[in-house]
Structures are given as C-alpha cells and as structure tokens.
C-alpha cells in the first residue's frame, strides 16, 4: 500500500513491549525482530532510517535491583550492529518517576480491630496506581518521632474502597496535621490524576536546590465545574 501511494514514504519501525520491564530479553528479542523486518523492507526497496524500541525500562519502586540501563542498551544495541538504522527509544517511568513525591497531610486515624487507617487529604484522585495496579508506592513520615511503630492501611478520603495508597505500612507516631510523603510519583501520577469527587487538583512545585518554583497552581472549585454548561432543555 505504501508503494502506491507517492504521499507516504516509509522511514522507520516503532514497537512498544510493556511497561516495567524488568529484564533486558524482551528488548534484545524485539530489537532482533525489528532488524529482520528492516532488512526485509530494505531488500523491497524500501529505506528504513530508524528502529523504535519504545520504553517500558523498569525501575524499583521498594529498593529491589533492576539491571542497570546500560543492560537494556546492550540488549538493543547488538541486534543491529552494522546496520544503517538510528536507534530511538520512548523511556518515560525510568526519566521522572523518581523525581515526583506526593506532600500529604494526615486528616485523621480510625480504627477497627482488624486494623488501623491513616486517612490523608491525599488519595487515588492524586495517585491511582495503587488502587489501578496494586502498585506499590514508598510512604514516609515526615517527621520521625520516637515511639512504637503501627501498621496502617494508609488511604484517601475519597469514597471508594479502592481508594489507598499504601495497605499495611509500619509506620512511626502519626497524628492529624501531620505530613506524608509517597515516593516515586513523577511518572503516571499527577499525569493520571483526576478530579472525581469533585477534587480540585493539587498545586505542583518544583525543588532545585533552595529554588522552589510553583509549577502548576492549585486548582479550585470553580475550576473543577468551570466548563459545565447549566442548560434549561
Ligand atoms: C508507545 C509508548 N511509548 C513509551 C511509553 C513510556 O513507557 P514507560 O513509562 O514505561 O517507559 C508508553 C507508555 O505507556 C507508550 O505507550
């Protein structure tokens, strides 16, 4: 179809494996299928410039070893040693995720005798991924006082029992009014957020060094309802 139409010129092959992707295999193997097509289309006259792996490269989010990035390279660099085509890749979890932390303060704590639940003014509204994906999120205090430790399920406010950020966390004295931070919430956070609940989204602010920069105002109610239409039909 591409030959027929003088429009269209076929420059390049594009895949996308998965997202954390924890080992390099699947990349040496889609990077070895890609070559092969490439050079197929090359030898219909096609001129292939670029082979896509996509990303998907893996990080640890509780501190377990990941293969380094310069495994992934490796893997997909050997398949087209030689060969004419530029290697592009769409890396996005393993460039920011690290660099986001969700700030959250404790409204309050409640108990049952099976456990115990830190309720934050932060929620699934701000980080789904644990509810979507049982994912799971690094939580600290941040102000460590001395005391016991206790195991709560830490969880929004939002009315939906999926709505957790962290199940069984040890976590030092909390009260209300005290603040949280979950790691780890640069890539698919924010980005995945939403207003349900009628939840104005939060500011964003960004630290370098002692320069703090807001980077995106807090929303407000009127900002949640703003483009609905109040229609007399
Ligand atoms: C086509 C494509 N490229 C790149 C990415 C980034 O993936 P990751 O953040 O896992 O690196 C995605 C994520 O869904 C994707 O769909």
Redesign the pocket.
């Known amino acids: 179809m591409i030959k027929n139409f003088p429009e269209l010129s076929l420059v390049g092959l594009s895949c ?1 494996l998965g ?2 992707i924890k080992n390099t295999g699947p990349y040496r193997e889609a990077s070895k299928r890609l070559v092969h097509i490439a050079d197929e289309l090359q030898d219909q006259g096609f001129s292939i410039e670029f082979l896509d792996l ?4 893996g990080i640890s989010y509780d501190g377990k070893k990941t293969p380094p990035l310069s495994e992934y390279a490796k893997a997909v660099q050997e398949p087209p040693k030689g060969k004419p085509y530029l290697l592009v890749i ?5 460039i920011v995720a690290e660099s986001g932390i969700l700030l959250s303060q404790v409204l309050y704590k409640k108990s049952n005798p099976h456990k115990n639940f830190l309720i934050t003014d932060a929620s699934m509204t701000e980080l789904i991924r644990p509810a979507l994906y049982e994912a799971y999120h690094p939580i600290e205090l941040c102000e460590k006082r001395r005391g016991p430790q206790t195991t709560y399920d830490v969880v929004g406010p939002v009315c939906e029992t999926a709505d957790f950020l962290g199940l069984k966390r040890k976590l030092g004295p909390a009260d209300s009014g005290d603040y949280l931070w979950v790691g780890f919430c640069g ?2 956070g924010s980005s995945m957020g939403s207003q349900y609940n009628v939840r104005p989204r939060p500011a964003e602010v960004l630290v370098d060094g002692d320069r703090v920069t807001l980077i995106r105002k807090r929303e407000s109610l009127v900002d949640v309802w703003k483009n609905e239409i109040l229609s007399e039909y």
């Open positions: 996308h997202s954390q996509g990303g998907g490269f769409e890396p996005g979890r393993w890539a698919y």
